[in-house]
């Protein structure tokens, strides 16, 4: 009964079926709830820049628009895992949770992921946020009291909906792991059950960070709970909602590419709810909400300048010359100058000015591929080195100049591998070394045609996509 290619009409009509009590099937009349959820988001603020860029907070915040437009009944979640993996964007959790506020989240749950700046910053931000967080199994190790709040009732319309958030037994919680302990998953869950159900909720949802396998485990564990928000990493991308029993199992992926939406009709006290659920997968045919996209805009253009101050404060790693080490392009130059010549027309060439251009060049995400040997000895270390080391430079393909002699007595040669350390199916989608090489050889076949345009090229010159990991 899910609608099998959601688009955002396909969703509208399909919302407005289940307002006029036509939607999935007969008898669901009267009160019902809409719940739509996000998991792992690790602070994904913009699409993916893949061939089909999907997600990020403009969309993710128009898409609710649009449903609260029609709906008065919605409940937006998030099953934790949204602070950035990457320690050097710290920023973007504190923009995160400021974006869940501004998009409504009602609550949200607590991923170890989320403890990696340590509680403090987790539990500031989210009050200046606005948003709850719950953590049914989260204790304070000096009280052995809760953490953050261990479950809560919400109302989505006239529903009371209860919901809890777990995270895997004995995780490493980071710098928060001599103040806090996650214990036992499944005892949390019982009593979070056992007292959301005394407390009138009519449906029950859990908020995972446990990974699919340990949420299936221990839905199949512990009765009573009616949705599991899968989290924790380990989720497969489900447009439709698998059944784990009696207990409907969303499943969205990660990075905010989809939303989970499930719709549901409570039953009298003691029978279960009736629920119908899917996942939406954000794609380009979904606007951005303009107020969102622009401040996603600016927080990435002043993260990017913050970045690029901190950087400069590293030291310069002066690039040992006794071990094998790079040496940079301008040393090759003066004994290879056809070749030299040649690189010159190529666009490894202007990689570096591709990422100025879009205010990304102090990006952690973006740099790898766009330098010569990010963070290897003598290799480029901050954006200071990008006039020594920035663009795909001759050593990024032949290796270290250090070893010359070598391949002066025994030969180089590239390998097919080398390309695809950054030409993945992610980044350059119709590579193939076949097509791709002779554009980079620095005797050019004769009669070479120009490469077609890759889509994920294409798609980065449009707007602000990204593309990357
Ligand atoms: C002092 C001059 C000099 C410098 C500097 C120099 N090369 Fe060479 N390079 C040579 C000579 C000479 C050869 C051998 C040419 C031949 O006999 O084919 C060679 C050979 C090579 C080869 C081919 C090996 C093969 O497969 O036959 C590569 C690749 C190469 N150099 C890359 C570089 C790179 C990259 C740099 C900078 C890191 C560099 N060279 C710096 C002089 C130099
Ligand atoms: C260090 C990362 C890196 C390596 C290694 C690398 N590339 Fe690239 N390549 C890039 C980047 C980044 C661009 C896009 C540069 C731009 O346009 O700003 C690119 C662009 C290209 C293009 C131009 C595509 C177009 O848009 O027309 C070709 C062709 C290409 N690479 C071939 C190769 C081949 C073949 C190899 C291996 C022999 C290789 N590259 C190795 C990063 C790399
Ligand atoms: C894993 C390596 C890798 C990473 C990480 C990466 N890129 Fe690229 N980028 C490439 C390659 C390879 C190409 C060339 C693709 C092609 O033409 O097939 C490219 C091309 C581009 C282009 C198109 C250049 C043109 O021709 O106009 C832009 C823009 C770009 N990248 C920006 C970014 C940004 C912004 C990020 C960070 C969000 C990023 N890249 C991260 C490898 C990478
Ligand atoms: C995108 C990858 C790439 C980059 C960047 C690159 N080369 Fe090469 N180079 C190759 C390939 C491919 C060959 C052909 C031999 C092979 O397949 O190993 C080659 C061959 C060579 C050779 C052997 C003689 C010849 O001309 O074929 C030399 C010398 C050389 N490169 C020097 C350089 C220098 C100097 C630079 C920087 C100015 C550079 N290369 C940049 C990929 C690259």
Redesign the pocket.
Same mark, same amino acid.
């Given at each position: 009964m899910g609608v099998r290619e959601p688009g955002a009409r396909a969703l509208l009509i399909a919302l407005a079926l289940a307002l006029a009590g036509l939607g999935a099937g007969c008898g669901h009349r009267g009160e019902h709830a809409l719940i739509v959820t996000t998991n792992d988001v690790i602070a994904k603020t913009s699409p993916c820049g893949c061939h089909t860029p999907k997600g990020g907070f403009a969309r993710r915040a128009a898409f609710l628009d649009s449903v609260r437009a029609v709906r008065k009944d919605v409940l937006a979640l998030d099953a934790g895992g949204f602070f950035p993996v990457n320690e050097d964007e710290r920023d973007a959790g504190a923009f995160t949770l400021a974006a869940m506020g501004r998009m409504g989240t009602a609550a949200a749950g607590v991923g170890p992921n989320e403890l990696r700046f340590g509680y403090a910053y987790l539990e500031q931000h989210a009050r200046a946020a606005g948003v709850p967080l719950l953590a049914a199994n989260l204790e304070r190790r000096d009280t052995h009291g809760p953490a953050f709040e261990r479950w809560r009732i919400f109302r989505a319309g006239s529903v009371p909906v209860g919901v809890f958030s777990l995270m895997p037994e004995g995780s490493d919680l980071g710098p928060a792991r001599d103040s806090l302990d996650a214990t036992s998953a499944e005892r949390a869950a019982r009593a979070a059950i056992d007292s959301l159900r005394a407390g009138g909720a009519a449906v029950t949802v859990l908020l995972s960070q446990l990974g699919e396998p340990g949420g299936d485990s221990l839905v199949a564990r512990v009765p009573g709970i009616d949705v599991i928000v899968q989290g924790g990493g380990m989720v497969p991308i489900r447009t439709d909602a698998r059944r784990i029993g009696r207990t409907v199992s969303v499943e969205g992926g990660t990075e905010g590419w989809q939303v989970g939406v499930a719709q549901v009709w409570p039953a009298g006290p003691g029978a279960r709810p009736q629920i119908d659920a899917r996942t939406v997968v954000l794609g380009p045919e979904y606007p951005m909400q303009p107020a969102m996209a622009a401040s996603v805009k600016a927080f990435e253009d002043s993260m990017n300048a913050r970045l690029r101050v901190r950087e400069a404060s590293y030291a310069a790693s002066p690039g040992g010359s006794s071990g094998p080490h790079? #040496? *940079?392009?301008s040393? =090759? #130059? @003066? =004994? $290879?100058a056809s !070749?030299y010549a040649q690189w010159q027309t190529t666009a490894h060439a202007h990689a570096w000015k591709t990422l100025a251009d879009q205010q990304k060049e102090s990006t952690p995400s973006c740099v790898p591929c766009h330098v010569t040997a990010l963070g290897e000895p003598g290799g480029f270390q901050t954006t200071d080195d990008a006039p020594r080391f920035g663009n795909v430079? =001759? !050593?990024a =393909? $032949? %290796? @270290? *100049?250090?070893d $010359?002699k070598q391949?002066?007595d $025994? %030969?180089?040669? #590239?390998s097919e591998a080398t390309c695809r350390g950054c030409h993945t199916p992610t980044t350059s989608p119709t590579f193939s070394l076949a097509l791709y090489r002779p554009h980079v050889l620095h005797t050019p076949p004769p009669g070479l045609q120009p490469l077609p345009e890759s889509p994920a090229t294409h798609l980065m010159r449009v707007g602000q996509q990204r593309h990357g990991r």
């Open positions: 790079y #040496v *940079g392009m040393n =090759c #130059v @003066r =004994c $290879h !070749e430079q =001759c !050593e =393909c $032949h %290796g @270290r *100049g250090s $010359h391949w002066m $025994h %030969g180089n040669t #590239v």
